[in-house]
């Protein structure tokens, strides 16, 4: 380990452990997984390699509080969610750094998003659960009454990835729990640490013991027993595309309830008309923020014959002064990727490129290490791409890293070929300063997600999620609770 360690950064080798029925415990079987700052590759902290016996143990704790949480007033379940985000304000700096350390992302970003973030979805669902409402229908007459009653479902499964730590994770746990459900949660095994926070905090909020759990480990091991699990009524997944499709698979044959919020490949449709200078620093962002790990990231820049010169030349020059640094220094826009395995598998691409004959217009390798305590970090410059087709893997498969393609277009039909060219369908990006042109190549554009003329803006009451392999069922506002719950249709007679 480092000697000298940042502000707030944990500083003692620390041991995280599952709430399993208000308890926090070791696991079961004894064995423990290795979790590494990315920006060092040290060994900072070790989690519980929980297996099936531990996510029977949580699953039995949430059957047993199910009825009582279920029966409570939502107002109760609503404050217990607000207390709960008012500790995330309370311990905003502990958290901000972990996210960091755990992660490899600059805390001014963990500061800036996903902290913050997290916060916003608990008091955000604690609101949404105040306002939901099921339907009634009274036929012409009014001799019967249809109303749909929404129950909760009981035992949920929410499994999160690493890129948005806490800000995913509580995404899901909070209209779960909203919803009057009990969750037994799987983070993901690379970024364990906030949700191990957070767990500890779960009885102060005012949950009653069962009521939420969460199990490390792997996701081939305590997240494939979660998955199987009879009791465990519905599972929310946020993360790769064939681990959701083996989820899929898995539960086809039991008939479980599954939101999948997959990958992308996103395109981002560069007009002509467009405001340069705003698309040109949105892209970099988009393309670069988290170091492009994220699902919303745009990948696949598609510019417009008559501006590309311009725009690839804006774009590269500005992304040759991102530097990737220190995550724990306040000036750092760029941090490390999450892991060795990732930066590698980034990297792979990368070379994949240069073979099939891409020009790499800047980037293209690991970047030096920003100080001596992060000089087996896992940096990577930001790399812009061109002159590959739009088969070619580097456009059509997944990279999640800092790297995007630019290809040419010349008529708003291609654009729109191009950008439908692809597997994946989360979110899609469109420049045009024609808001006639915007509307059309957004309606189609086959993506769940169109943002035009600015990036990554979030109102948490829409429809979050993607088609085509970037996912199944939508997340965010009413849609979350309607996830959550189950629809009953009751009739009952007026007379
Ligand atoms: O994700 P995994 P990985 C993409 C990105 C990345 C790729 C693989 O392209 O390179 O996915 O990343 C749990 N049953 N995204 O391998 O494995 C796992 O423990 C139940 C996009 O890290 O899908 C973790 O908690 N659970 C993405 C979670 O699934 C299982 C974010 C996600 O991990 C499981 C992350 C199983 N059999 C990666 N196997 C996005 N959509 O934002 C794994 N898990």
Redesign the pocket.
């Known amino acids: 380990m480092p000697q000298s360690y940042p502000v707030n950064y944990l500083r003692h080798m620390m041991e995280l452990q599952n709430l399993i029925g208000g308890e926090m415990t070791n696991p079961k079987g004894g064995a423990w997984l290795d979790n590494i700052e990315p920006a060092t590759g040290h060994v900072f902290s070790r989690i519980p390699r929980s297996n099936a016996a531990d996510v029977e143990a949580a699953v039995q704790a949430a059957r047993t509080a199910f009825p009582a949480w279920s029966a409570t007033p939502f107002e109760e379940r609503a404050a217990s969610l607000r207390r709960w985000g008012a500790l995330i304000a309370e311990h905003s700096e502990a958290l901000i750094a972990a996210e960091s350390q755990d992660n490899g992302k600059p805390v001014s970003l963990a500061g800036a998003v996903d902290i913050p973030r997290a916060q916003k979805n608990l008091e955000f669902f604690a609101g949404a659960i105040e306002h939901f409402a099921s339907e009634a229908h009274i036929p012409g007459g009014a001799e019967f009454i249809h109303y749909t009653h929404r129950k909760p479902i009981g035992v949920v499964g929410c499994?999160?990835?690493?890129?948005?730590p806490l800000y995913?994770f509580t995404w899901k746990i909070a209209p779960a729990l909203a919803a009057g459900n009990c969750v037994v949660a799987?983070?993901?095994?690379?970024t364990p640490v906030t949700a191990w926070m957070l767990s500890k905090w779960a009885a102060e909020a005012g949950f009653p013991a069962g009521v939420f759990n969460v199990v490390h480990?792997?996701?081939?091991e305590?997240?494939?027993a979660?998955?199987e699990h009879p009791h465990v009524k519905a599972i929310s997944?946020?993360?790769?595309?064939?681990?959701?499709a083996?989820?899929a698979r898995?539960t086809a044959g039991i008939f479980k309830k599954l939101s999948l919020?997959?990958?992308?490949k996103n395109p981002a449709i560069v007009f002509a008309d467009c405001d340069v200078d705003k698309a040109v620093s949105t892209t970099i962002r988009s393309s670069f923020a988290n170091q492009g790990?994220?699902?919303l990231c745009s990948s696949r820049i598609l510019i417009e014959d008559s501006l590309y010169d311009t725009f690839r030349d804006a774009l590269v020059a500005k992304a040759k002064r991102i530097a990737p640094g220190d995550p724990s220094d306040p000036n750092t826009k760029m941090g490390a990727l999450v892991s060795a395995p990732?930066r590698d598998?980034v990297l792979a691409y990368i070379e994949s490129a240069k073979v099939q004959g891409a020009s790499v217009l800047c980037g293209g390798d690991v970047a030096s290490a920003p100080n001596d305590r992060c000089e087996a970090g896992y940096f990577v410059q930001p790399t812009i791409l061109e002159g590959l087709g739009p088969a070619c893997s580097i456009n059509q498969e997944?990279?999640?890293g800092p790297v995007i393609s630019l290809q040419r277009f010349s008529t708003e039909a291609e654009a729109i070929k191009l950008a439908n060219d692809s597997d994946y369908g989360l979110a899609a990006t469109i420049w045009t300063q024609d808001a006639a042109k915007a509307h059309r190549v957004a309606t189609q554009v086959e993506s769940g997600i169109a943002w035009i003329n600015c990036w990554l803006v979030r109102d948490l009451r829409t429809p979050f999620g993607g088609v085509k392999s970037s996912g199944i069922g939508r997340e965010g506002g009413f849609e979350a609770l309607r996830f959550f719950t189950e629809p009953q249709s009751v009739c009952i007679p007026t007379h």
């Open positions: 499994i999160s990835p690493w890129n948005l995913l799987k983070p993901s095994e690379v480990g792997l996701g081939h305590a997240g494939q979660l998955v997944f946020t993360g790769g595309t064939q681990t959701g083996h989820i898995t919020e997959l990958g992308g790990q994220i699902c990732h598998k997944e990279i999640f």
